[in-house]
């Protein structure tokens, strides 16, 4: 009988293959800055493939899409902004977010934790 059942918060990734899984989903969203679009599909497509085989990966899964839309929203926003002139912080603000939050996230799903991006607003629960 196993009496080290300890609750484990969903997304926590317990085996290296799940680790590693997890570091690629976040960090693919860099390649947005090589190829376009890039950031956008290779996530959605990695989280897909993987969440039936990890489901623990769904959580970071749905983090990452959830920012994705979060956004697309706030970019839209700093571009309707870019006509008082707010606009250009926003997105200046925005393109920081986009390359530090997957870094973030990355590290600590390489670490086994699960990390919520802030600022995100949570469409997939």
């Keep these: ?14 085996t290296p293959e799940q680790k590693q899984t997890g570091m690629f989903l976040h960090l693919s969203q860099l390649l947005n800055f090589i190829v376009p679009f890039g950031g956008v599909i290779a ?4 989280w897909q493939m993987k ?5 623990t990966l ?16 706030y ?9 008082v002139l707010i606009g250009i912080l926003g997105f200046i ?9 997957p ?8 670490n086994g934790e699960f990390w919520e991006y802030p600022l995100t607003i949570k469409f997939l629960k």
Excluded: C, R
């Design 1 to 14: 009988m196993n009496y080290n059942m300890q609750y484990q918060p969903p997304g926590v990734l317990q």
């Design 43 to 46: 996530p959605i497509l990695i």
């Design 51 to 55: 969440k039936d085989e990890m489901p």
């Design 58 to 73: 769904d959580a970071h899964g749905k983090m990452v899409a959830n920012w994705m839309i979060s956004a697309l929203i």
């Design 75 to 83: 970019g839209a926003v700093s571009l309707v902004l870019t006509f």
């Design 93 to 101: 603000a925005l393109g920081i977010m986009g390359i530090v939050f």
């Design 103 to 110: 870094i973030i996230g990355g590290i600590k799903a390489n």
